[in-house]
């Protein structure tokens, strides 16, 4: 049931907002450069890798030795705009009808981070991953990663299409608000680099 939800949905929305993605690209495109969707390994169901796509929201800008700048520096008005409004999220809805994520589920993560997980941490990897998630609704970026990884694993424990419709409809709410975008002090999130053994 929720593979054919993901389905029909995802289908729907990418016929229905096909005009918008368009028009987005070429924004992008004339702000940013070339190529206009952003594409990343990332860790699926039982962290098998797919190509995850989005709109790029960031420039390709390097320092005087050719390391990448800070996300801050790199991340511009219009990518700022794109993501607090979640439209760089939606090239995932062709990732979604793939079958490599769901429209809920845990957020699919960086590859570097798998080692990093603990035994419970690393079960957020039992389901698909998706658009938006548990974790999303409650917080986001606001979250520490120990609350994200357990509001991920709680899904994984007790999902339910009427929890996953219960996500979708917050998720509407949370990006009206753009609630959650970023963490205090990041332009983003920082990253993940392992929960302190205790």
């Not at 929201?57 to 607090?84: E, I, K, N, W, Y």
């Not at 760089?88 to 009808?97: A, F, I, M, R, T």
């Not at 998630?133 to 120990?146: D, F, P, Y």
Request: aromatic share 8%; glycine share 8%.
């Amino acid at each position: 049931m929720k593979r054919l939800t993901d389905i029909a949905i995802a289908g729907s929305a990418l016929l229905l907002l096909l005009p918008l993605l368009i028009v987005l690209s070429l924004l992008i495109r004339s702000k940013m450069g070339s190529p206009a969707i952003f594409r990343q390994v990332r860790p699926g169901l039982d962290g098998v890798p797919f190509e995850m796509l989005k709109f790029r929201t960031m420039r390709d800008a390097v320092d005087g030795h050719g390391a990448q700048l800070p996300d801050a520096d790199r991340l511009t008005p219009f990518g700022s705009f794109l993501r607090s409004t979640s439209l760089d999220e939606l090239p995932s809805l062709w990732n979604v009808l793939k079958g490599d994520m769901s429209l809920v589920g845990p957020r699919p993560l960086l590859m570097e981070y798998l080692p990093r997980y603990s035994a419970e941490q690393a079960r957020r990897h039992e389901v698909r991953p998706g658009l938006t998630g548990w974790a999303q609704v409650n917080g986001r970026n606001a979250l520490s990663w120990e609350e994200k990884f357990a509001l991920d694993v709680w899904y994984v424990d007790n999902r339910s299409m009427k929890l996953d419709l219960q996500i979708l409809w917050l998720t509407v709410l949370k990006v009206l608000q753009r609630d959650g975008i970023s963490a205090d002090g990041e332009a983003t999130m920082a990253k993940f680099q392992g929960t302190p053994k205790s």
